[in-house]
């Protein structure tokens, strides 16, 4: 039986997506195929590619995202990302789909044409970083002849790929909306920012009935998308969400008779 599991975009909130990985391993669940956007695209071409999920969260911790060789110069965003790549070189020596233990789809948007692109063959590593390409903080990333950022931005929540070939679908979403007051949108980038959340989270939630089990942790909207100072609480809300679903999955399970 082929099991599917799609992972959001969501930043930092992503280091969720391993505490989930987690839960399931322990409860005997290892999906066979892999969707994801941005920090689920990160998490998720590093599952796919074999590498276990305590080494993914030290990755997580050790990478020195906002260090002064990773800014960019010249081009439209603050951090340059293409200077991630040799990072993710060192994981994936060959840098190609075809590599991969598990088959593996991202998501990202063609930021010039205004479309989404399903990334599943050929070259790997710049499809990974143009997913996570947050809008304004990272560099759009070139691909081909044209450019693309977060997958997000037009699906944060790729369940499309998996419902062909999937039995069963585990999704894993880990950008909740905050709650907000009349007096937290004091500026006109802040509604328009809450906007284009609302409009996201709404488009994912539309397709959480495309999934078997949905692991949607609570807590999560607390920390920011680059909070790097919470990794270790934000794995732990994804570890215990998902375990507490699956367990109760379990126990209403029917038991096998005598």
């Excluded at 796919?48 to 081009?75: C, D, M, Q």
């Excluded at 063609?110 to 989404?116: D, K, R």
């Excluded at 039995?167 to 905050?178: A, E, R």
Aim: charge should be negative.
């Amino acid at each position: 039986m082929n099991t599917g599991l799609v992972l959001s975009g969501g930043g930092i909130r992503g280091v969720a997506h391993i505490g989930a990985i987690k839960a399931l391993e322990e409860h005997g669940i290892f999906p066979t195929h892999i969707a994801g956007t941005s920090a689920g695209a990160i998490v998720g071409s590093l599952y796919a590619g074999g590498v276990g999920w305590a080494e993914i969260l030290n990755l997580f911790k050790t990478i020195p995202i906002f260090h002064t060789n990773r800014y960019a110069r010249s081009k439209p965003g603050f951090l340059d990302t293409e200077k991630f790549y040799d990072n993710f070189k060192e994981y994936f020596p060959e840098d190609d789909f075809s590599t991969l233990k598990k088959p593996l789809f991202i998501t990202a948007t063609n930021i010039i044409e205004g479309t989404l692109k399903i990334f599943h063959e050929g070259e790997l590593i710049r499809p990974i970083l143009a997913s996570a390409s947050f809008p304004g903080m990272f560099t759009p990333m070139k691909i081909g002849s044209t450019y693309y950022v977060d997958g997000g931005v037009l699906n944060n929540f790729p369940t499309e790929p998996l419902k062909k070939d999937c039995d069963k679908i585990i999704g894993v979403y880990v950008n909740p909306l905050k709650k907000v007051k009349i007096e937290d949108l004091k500026h006109s980038y802040t509604v328009a920012e809450r906007a284009y959340k609302l409009k996201s989270a709404s488009e994912s939630i539309f397709k959480f009935p495309d999934c078997d089990v949905v692991i949607s942790p609570e807590g999560l909207a607390g920390y920011g998308t680059f909070n790097m100072n919470s990794i270790d609480a934000i794995f732990e809300l994804g570890y215990v969400a998902a375990k507490n679903i699956l367990e109760e999955q379990k126990g209403t399970q029917p038991s096998n008779p005598e």
